[in-house]
């Protein structure tokens, strides 16, 4: 930890999900640009109380870059903080860049990201044997493109457990596109807004009826989509059981129990 620097991932939302690393590189900050329109300051001001601090949501690329080169000319600590994990949807790349350019040393503190908040809340595990072994990260195409092979109706087409970022104000287009792949309006979803806040709310249900939810709730922001048949897997009776903890199974730490 001896960059002047810090990309620290602040978690989900509540201020006990940040890692220990990030905890104490904001106590110790002289500086935190923090993105305030995802972060909630109760955590800066409850981690790094006496750091002076800048909310980045109404800062460009280049004033965030000036105010960490102010910082590291007069020989003090940054911390960047953005909210969950800073690798997941995190914009850091061409801030990593410039600094890169620049000649400054810096570090990245991963952090705990909403999908595994979401799960949490959700009590559910994302990859069930014999129901799905995959989790796919995506998001909707709106102002930021997609990949042409990234659409979400062919991502759909593989039918594995989905954590759709940043689209819950496109439902009904996510639905639509769902619906062209490998899910049916039975598929199980699910939507957490605010994921480990205080304010959390969780809907259930189906593709069938998930947009009429989000909508009665005026869900618009700030919540993960989640879609798959683990959802289901409880109602359903599925035993979807891994073979790790099975008698019969034999692994190098554990023979066969009798």
């Not at 905890?23 to 409850?46: M, Q, T």
């Not at 073979?243 to 034999?250: E, H, I, V, W």
């Amino acid at each position: 930890m001896s960059a002047q620097v810090h990309f620290v991932g602040a978690g989900p939302g509540a201020a006990d999900l940040i890692t220990l690393r990030g905890r104490h590189l904001l106590r110790n900050a002289d500086i935190v640009i923090f993105a305030g329109s995802l972060v909630d300051r109760k955590l800066v001001e409850c981690h790094a109380s006496t750091a002076l601090i800048y909310d980045s949501a109404g800062m460009t690329l280049g004033e965030v870059i000036e105010v960490i080169m102010d910082a590291v000319a007069s020989g003090k600590s940054v911390v960047r903080l953005h909210t969950g994990d800073p690798s997941i949807y995190g914009a850091i790349q061409e801030q990593m860049e410039a600094l890169d350019e620049l000649g400054v040393e810096y570090a990245v503190v991963p952090g705990v990201t909403s999908a595994f908040a979401a799960a949490a809340a959700l009590k559910q595990e994302l990859t069930l044997p014999e129901v799905s072994q995959t989790v796919i990260f995506t998001r909707m195409e709106g102002r930021t493109p997609v990949p042409e092979a990234e659409q979400l109706h062919k991502i759909a087409a593989l039918g594995a457990t989905l954590v759709i970022y940043l689209s819950v104000s496109m439902i009904e287009d996510v639905v639509e596109q769902l619906l062209r792949g490998a899910y049916t309006p039975e598929t199980a979803a699910a939507i957490v807004s605010k994921a480990s806040w205080e304010d959390e709310q969780i809907l259930r249900g189906c593709l069938a009826d998930i947009v009429h939810k989000v909508h009665e709730a005026g869900i618009d922001r700030q919540a993960l989509i989640i879609v798959g048949d683990v959802l289901a897997a409880r109602r359903e009776g599925l035993k979807a059981k891994s073979m790790l903890y099975d008698g019969s199974f034999a692994h190098g730490f554990r023979g066969i129990v009798t």
